[in-house]
């Protein structure tokens, strides 16, 4: 299957007001572009070095989210290119985004890391500290916080991931009722290429897929 071919049947199967994310990590910006003339609308990229090459050639062909660690000293980069960050899990990370946004004149939609899992190699807050950092984040100036998000367990069945996506709805529902400035809860992102079937059914709108698109990688 070609990377259209991939992009049409994702596209198909999901259903209506699920955003579908291209995770583009290591993929070359031919293929990145291949995706988008396919139809996608949005390009997630881990890695902000690999995002700028990217975005030289393809820029305002697609809405950008990071949907990778961000560190600290990539953020004043960051904040050019995206359209989104989807992982912010601290404080400190979001007040640096939101500085420098001041700086460029930018409010940046973001969404909240939350380690539904509790895994202790994955970035995100934990469930019970997710309120207390969207009011922290909802009184900067420069950020509009738009959800949440989590990556689920990576492997395995599919089924896996259920429990943790029905979780996270129940979160996000929560945090819907809690009113704060500057926060829209709209999204919930979660869902990968082996589990995507599964998310949106539990709540996800934002959906990230890197494998089912663009093959394995080399």
Same mark, same amino acid.
């Given at each position: 299957?070609?990377?259209?071919?991939?992009?049409?049947?994702?596209?198909?199967? /999901?259903? =209506?007001?699920?955003?579908?994310?291209? &995770?583009? %990590?290591?993929?070359?910006?031919? #293929?990145?572009? $291949?995706?988008?003339?396919?139809?996608?609308?949005?390009?997630?990229?881990?890695?902000?070095?690999?995002?700028?090459?990217?975005?030289?050639?393809?820029?305002?062909?697609?809405?950008?989210?990071?949907?990778?660690?961000?560190?600290?000293?990539?953020?004043?980069?960051?904040?050019?290119?995206?359209?989104?960050?989807?992982?912010?899990?601290?404080?400190?990370?979001?007040?640096?985004?939101?500085?420098?946004?001041?700086?460029?004149?930018?409010?940046?939609?973001? /969404?909240? =890391?939350?380690?539904?899992?509790?895994? &202790?190699? %994955?970035?995100?807050?934990?469930? #019970?500290?997710? $309120?207390?950092?969207?009011?922290?984040?909802?009184?900067?100036?420069?950020?509009?916080?738009?959800?949440?998000?989590?990556?689920?367990?990576?492997?395995?069945?599919?089924?896996?991931?259920?429990?943790?996506?029905?979780?996270?709805?129940?979160?996000?529902?929560?945090?819907?009722?809690?009113?704060?400035?500057?926060?829209?809860?709209?999204?919930?992102?979660?869902?990968?290429?082996?589990?995507?079937?599964?998310?949106?059914?539990?709540?996800?709108?934002?959906?990230?897929?890197?494998?089912?698109?663009?093959?394995?990688?080399?």
């Amino acid at each position: 299957m070609t990377i259209k071919q991939n992009v049409s049947q994702i596209l198909s199967e /999901l259903p =209506e007001g699920v955003q579908l994310v291209a &995770a583009a %990590k290591t993929r070359k910006p031919e #293929e990145i572009l $291949e995706a988008i003339e396919a139809g996608i609308k949005i390009v997630g990229e881990n890695y902000v070095q690999e995002a700028e090459r990217a975005y030289e050639l393809i820029a305002n062909k697609a809405k950008w989210h990071f949907i990778g660690h961000l560190q600290k000293n990539k953020v004043k980069k960051a904040v050019k290119i995206f359209d989104m960050i989807e992982t912010v899990d601290s404080f400190e990370l979001a007040n640096e985004i939101d500085k420098r946004c001041a700086q460029i004149g930018k409010v940046m939609p973001v /969404l909240i =890391e939350v380690n539904i899992g509790r895994e &202790a190699q %994955k970035s995100g807050v934990l469930p #019970e500290n997710t $309120e207390q950092l969207a009011k922290e984040i909802s009184a900067l100036p420069n950020i509009r916080l738009m959800g949440l998000m989590t990556m689920g367990p990576l492997s395995g069945d599919p089924e896996d991931s259920r429990p943790y996506f029905v979780a996270m709805k129940k979160l996000f529902e929560k945090m819907k009722k809690v009113e704060l400035p500057n926060t829209e809860m709209k999204y919930l992102s979660m869902g990968m290429t082996n589990s995507y079937k599964i998310a949106p059914e539990e709540g996800a709108n934002i959906i990230r897929i890197g494998t089912k698109i663009f093959g394995e990688r080399n």
